[in-house]
């Protein structure tokens, strides 16, 4: 696609109820990473992928959280038993490859997602 | 660890004053530095990058970044402000191979143009 897409583009949901994020990375982008958006936490990184494969799943913030990649494009973010405190923007990017780092990410526009 | 600091929370320009938004690094070895911004509601923007060479890198929009080895700045700028510069902007370097040398983000600043 032109872009990183992110659904849904917001999300209220219940405490303690389970959330799935999506995020459809740029075509061709073997490179996808996973951040967070917290009023006051700034932007915190929580995962990535090289193809389907996530080397080090430490920076999710609780066994609550999970994310999978399948096929190299799709991925999925899902939080279990969502808490309050899992508030916040969860921002996808994609790049060509995780050993470019000269190339920058690129940015969907984010689930805004809102526990109630 | 690879990291950026943004020391100002929000800075307040006058429309065609010039503008610049402040960021200093701290790595180990080469920096690979990025310019966001981020407008309401959206995702983050690339504006401009630091590899290697020139230290004036030229980006979208018109903005502008200085990189300096020796007081390891990387300072954003902008000759002429406009109103619809205001946003929020975000300084970054690459971070290191077991994060996928994903992005490391300073806080953020706010910029207001009036």
């Known amino acids: 696609g032109a872009g990183v897409s992110q659904s849904p583009s917001n999300k209220v949901t219940e405490k303690g109820k389970d959330v799935e994020l999506r995020c459809d990375p740029i075509?061709?982008?073997?490179?996808l990473y996973w951040y967070r958006q917290s009023l006051g936490q700034g932007l915190e990184f929580l995962i990535y992928f090289q193809g389907n494969s996530a080397p080090d799943k430490s920076g999710l913030p609780s066994d609550r959280f999970s994310a999978e990649r399948t096929g190299g494009s799709v991925s999925t973010l899902t939080i279990q038993r969502t808490q309050q405190e899992d508030s916040a923007v969860y921002l996808c990017?994609?790049?060509?490859?995780?050993?470019?780092?000269?190339?920058?990410?690129?940015f969907g526009n984010g689930t805004r997602l809102t526990v109630t | 660890a690879q990291s950026v600091a943004q020391p100002e929370d929000q800075v307040n320009v006058a429309e065609g004053n010039p503008l610049t938004v402040k960021c200093t690094y701290s790595?180990?070895?080469?920096?690979?530095l990025f310019w966001y911004v981020q407008y309401p509601n959206r995702g983050l923007q690339f504006l401009l990058k630091?590899?290697?060479?020139?230290?004036l890198v030229k980006g979208s929009y018109g903005f502008e970044a200085e990189f300096n080895k020796s007081q390891t700045s990387f300072h954003l700028k902008k000759p002429s402000a406009l109103v619809s510069d205001s946003a929020l902007y975000f300084c970054?370097?690459?971070?290191?191979?077991?994060?996928?040398?994903?992005?490391?983000f300073g806080k953020g600043t706010s910029l207001l143009v009036t």
């Open positions: 970054a370097v690459r971070g290191s191979s077991n994060s996928g040398y994903a992005l490391n």
């Open positions: 075509s061709g982008h073997t490179a």
């Open positions: 790595v180990s070895g080469n920096p690979y």
């Open positions: 990017a994609s790049s060509p490859d995780y050993r470019d780092r000269v190339s920058p990410l690129h």
């Open positions: 630091y590899i290697t060479g020139d230290n």
